[in-house]
């Protein structure tokens, strides 16, 4: 073999070579800042989406527990026969109520917030929660509307409030799994 031609090949397989380590290093520092980019983007719709689930779940803990108050006030009242006590209960009961009923628009409102910030799964979860309580609170006020008007709620409305309330609860426990779901997801590991 001639030096020259020798000399030629070496430089073309040096040159092939420093051009393919540039090469796999653009497309590694490429692959990089994509990872990066993705992680960052993460990071920013976590914090959002964070306050919306945090802001929704309160909202509902707050209404159920009324509602739970209001459904217990009831039962004691149904046990009894009409008098003061009784009256005094169903007054308590329909305030508990009242105080769900007033923070009806507060809390579509964080539902919105949680619908638009998405994914589907919380979204599902948070119609499922939404619904419940709206169920449990139509119990709630068809026993108040009874106990007033008859002095009377039937049993089979009083095991409806209990339903209800199991309903609702495990529809709260649903929303926090998957709220907790999606901001894991939405985490790092995703990216």
């Given at each position: 073999m001639d030096a020259g031609l020798a000399a030629v090949?070496?430089?073309?397989?040096?040159a092939v070579g420093t051009g393919g380590a540039g090469i796999v290093a653009a497309l590694l520092t490429r692959s990089q800042a994509r990872s990066q980019l993705k992680a960052e983007y993460a990071r920013f719709i976590r914090e959002p989406r964070k306050a919306a689930y945090a802001a929704y779940v309160e909202a509902a803990?707050?209404?159920?527990?009324?509602?739970?108050?209001?459904?217990?006030?009831?039962?004691?009242?149904?046990?009894?026969?009409?008098?003061?006590?009784?009256?005094?209960?169903i007054t308590r009961a329909r305030a508990a109520y009242e105080v769900v009923d007033s923070n009806t628009a507060d809390f579509?409102?964080?539902y919105a917030q949680v619908a638009v910030e998405g994914p589907e799964p919380i979204i599902g979860a948070a119609v499922l929660l939404s619904g419940a309580l709206t169920e449990y609170a139509g119990q709630v006020l068809a026993c108040l509307h009874s106990l007033a008007r008859d002095g009377n709620c039937?049993?089979?409305?009083?095991?409806l409030l209990d339903e209800r309330h199991s309903e609702s609860y495990d529809a709260y426990l649903g929303f926090l799994r998957r709220a907790s779901e999606v901001l894991g997801v939405d985490g790092i590991t995703r990216a």
């Open positions: 090949l070496g430089a073309a397989v040096g803990v707050r209404d159920h527990s009324k509602l739970s108050e209001a459904a217990v006030l009831l039962k004691l009242a149904a046990e009894q026969d009409a008098g003061t006590r009784t009256s005094d209960r579509e409102h964080l039937s049993s089979e409305a009083i095991e």
